[in-house]
Structure formats: C-alpha cells, structure tokens
C-alpha cells in the first residue's frame, strides 16, 4: 500500500473547472484526498467517494484510483444527513 504521499493526484479539465466554478483550492482537496479516513463506496457510480471538510463546508469528492494514482472526479457540498440517507438507501456502502 503507498503511503499518502507517494500516491499521485490528477487533475482533469473538468475537476479544475468545477473546482474554479464552486470556489474550492486544489490544496486543500488534494489533503482530502490524500488525508481523509471518511470514504465510501458509490454503489451507483462505481467509484470511491471521500468526504471532508473545505473551510467551512462538507464536501464529497468522488474519484478513481489506478495504481498509485487518483484521479478526481468531481466535488460537491454535501450535508451529513445527504450522507447518511445515501447510507440507509443503500448506495453508499463503507470503504
């Protein structure tokens, strides 16, 4: 297992313009990335999602890993009680 700072973030076009667009830093995101122990499994998307906080906002941030690289998908605001309604619903699943 790579140790955080050895796993390599990517960045696509269209996760710097949501970031530019919804006024979120590429640093910090980068430190949820790397640093977040809260992380699910989207059952509808089939992709890892990491929740962290952004200054004062929750954010959710789904992404794929390959190899020793992830690649961020996109990153939403989200609330706990979204997150846990995911949770009961069935589409998020621990891990």
């Known amino acids: 297992m790579n140790s955080p700072e050895k796993i390599s973030i990517v960045w696509t076009s269209y996760m710097k313009y949501r970031a530019n ?12 990335l790397r640093y977040s122990t809260e992380m699910y499994f989207d059952t509808i998307t089939q992709r890892t999602v990491v929740v962290g906080r952004h200054d004062d906002r929750l954010v959710l941030i789904p ?5 020793a690289e992830i690649i961020a998908i996109t990153i939403h605001t989200t ?3 979204q997150i846990n309604f995911r949770l009961k619903a069935g589409r998020f699943r621990h891990g």
């Open 21 to 32: 667009l919804r006024g979120f830093d590429l640093a910090k995101i980068e430190d949820i």
């Open 79 to 81: 609330t706990r009680q």
């Open 63 to 67: 992404y794929e890993k390959r190899g």
